[in-house]
């Protein structure tokens, strides 16, 4: 096999019904592209229809949030494009796609939610000759979980540890002992500005399509940075922090810079016409006047409409009145719980309730579409406590809510917390699960139930938006 015919399979195992593609396929497939890799293909698994009879099934959450007030109600309806779930069911089309692309190599991107959906992807093809890679955060943390099933497990970024595997195997080689191939080492983390535009191409075209503010948008993803400088316990990033430092003595939180983040720009925009930009960087502020006058005059020559997200402590009004300016259409800020002393020791945010509700004023002053962002049944986390979290919403004034229910994911310290308090087994694997299906954890009085977690989480736009009223007319 040579290098320009190494045939290689993507799968994505998503049933989310979220149809942004994924920005770590997009990267490492367009670094793949220009190692010469160009025989590749898709298997995304968003637009097939949901198996009801597998216990994995999980549907559209956008919807289900929709029905808890979260998210606006929306018809998957576009004039310009039909946005139709495929006929078969996904399992059959999977089969199809191997038998009939025949691949050489298979390369998995998965996170902790789609394992058990993976697992039933590969039960469909036991019988065909291929080497299995897998990688994705999940992998990462929990490499162990991957023995015996896969060929190579990639640990970390897999921007040049998988195009130098895919070297090694069109030479007829192994590769178990390349950095960041487990169970070696992490090799020291890349200088992200020597990253390819990121490959959206590779998609289904329907991928680039999703709902926004009751309406069907084409857009795609771009990050600012790679990492972050905060310690959130419920993220992988102290995780992802740790590691790099650990095995490497290299810091993984790093910066793009504004030309290479323009590249991208242009490469979406002229190969894809998208509508609208999402920057996913969670902290996306994390920059000095400096950094961030430069990236406003980049955009300024494009005026992109674009969504993006931040924290509280980090929004200035210099900065909300030069996103409206530039075409920020929605601020999402991530509030995350509303008692500061608990906020402080279990959720590892440091701030005064007084700053959240600034920041979201000065978002409301420059014309700033806001959502207030919050998880719902921490471990330890009591009912007098989430209700601090409905008080504190109900005095942002936020135009939308994401309320999220606490799952403990592999790699970061809150399920560390969980485990040792006995909240959850140690050997939990988190399912794709409905949003009715509860919380994970287990705790005693008078922490949260199971059952009081769900009624907060069903209920907990409906409680701040009525003390809100209440509020508005006292």
């Not at 991928?207 to 069907?216: E, H, N, V």
């Not at 998208?274 to 494009?302: H, N, Q």
């Not at 287990?442 to 907060?456: A, F, H, L, V």
Request: some cysteine; charged content about 25%; aromatic content about 12%.
């Amino acid at each position: 096999m040579s290098q320009k015919n190494l045939r290689i399979l993507w799968l994505y195992p998503n049933q989310h019904m979220r149809v942004t593609p994924p920005g770590g396929v997009a990267i490492i497939s367009a670094c793949l592209k220009r190692a010469g890799y160009n025989n590749m293909e898709l298997f995304d698994a968003t637009w097939y229809p949901i198996d009801k009879e597998d216990v994995h099934a999980r549907p559209d959450r956008d919807r289900e949030r929709s029905k808890r007030g979260m998210f606006p109600e929306y018809k998957w309806e576009r004039d310009d494009i039909k946005l139709e779930l495929e006929e078969i069911d996904m399992y059959t089309a999977w089969r199809n796609k191997v038998l009939e692309f025949k691949p050489d190599v298979i390369i998995s991107s998965i996170v902790e939610d789609t394992y058990y959906l993976w697992k039933n992807f590969m039960s469909k093809i036991e019988d065909v000759n291929f080497i299995n890679v897998v990688g994705g955060v999940f992998a990462t943390y929990a490499p162990q979980v991957f023995d015996g099933q896969v060929d190579y497990i990639c640990r970390g970024e897999g921007d040049e540890a998988i195009p130098e595997l895919m070297d090694l195997i069109s030479e007829g080689k192994t590769g178990h002992h390349i950095g960041n191939i487990h169970p070696n080492p992490i090799r020291p983390a890349m200088d992200v500005n020597k990253l390819p535009p990121t490959d959206h191409q590779i998609f289904d075209e329907r991928s680039l399509y999703r709902p926004f503010q009751g309406k069907i948008i084409k857009i795609a993803t771009v990050e600012t940075q790679r990492g972050c400088p905060y310690k959130c316990k419920f993220c992988n990033s102290p995780s992802n922090a740790g590691i790099y430092k650990e095995e490497t003595n290299s810091a993984f939180f790093r910066k793009r810079s504004v030309e290479s983040q323009e590249r991208e720009l242009v490469d979406l925009i002229e190969k894809h016409n998208i509508e609208v930009l999402w920057i996913v960087t969670d902290t996306f502020l994390t920059m000095s006047k400096r950094e961030f006058d430069k990236w406003a005059t980049m955009y300024s020559k494009y005026k992109l409409p674009f969504f993006t997200q931040t924290r509280p402590e980090l929004l200035t009004p210099y900065q909300a009145r030069t996103l409206k300016e530039l075409g920020c259409i929605k601020m999402n800020l991530g509030v995350e719980h509303g008692d500061p002393q608990f906020r402080k020791d279990v959720v590892g945010r440091i701030y005064h309730n007084d700053v959240a509700i600034e920041a979201f004023r000065i978002a409301r002053e420059a014309g700033l579409s806001t959502t207030c962002n919050f998880i719902i049944g921490y471990p330890y986390e009591t009912m007098e406590l989430c209700m601090k979290s409905v008080e504190l919403a109900a005095q942002l004034h936020c135009d939308d809510t994401n309320a999220f229910m606490y799952t403990p994911y592999h790699g970061t310290p809150l399920r560390d917390m969980c485990v040792d308090a006995g909240f959850v087994d140690k050997d939990l694997i988190v399912e794709m699960r409905s949003d009715d299906q509860g919380s994970y954890l287990n705790m005693p009085p008078p922490y949260m139930s199971k059952e009081e977690i769900q009624y907060m989480f069903n209920n907990f736009v409906r409680l701040f938006r009525e003390r809100e009223r209440a509020i508005v007319s006292s």
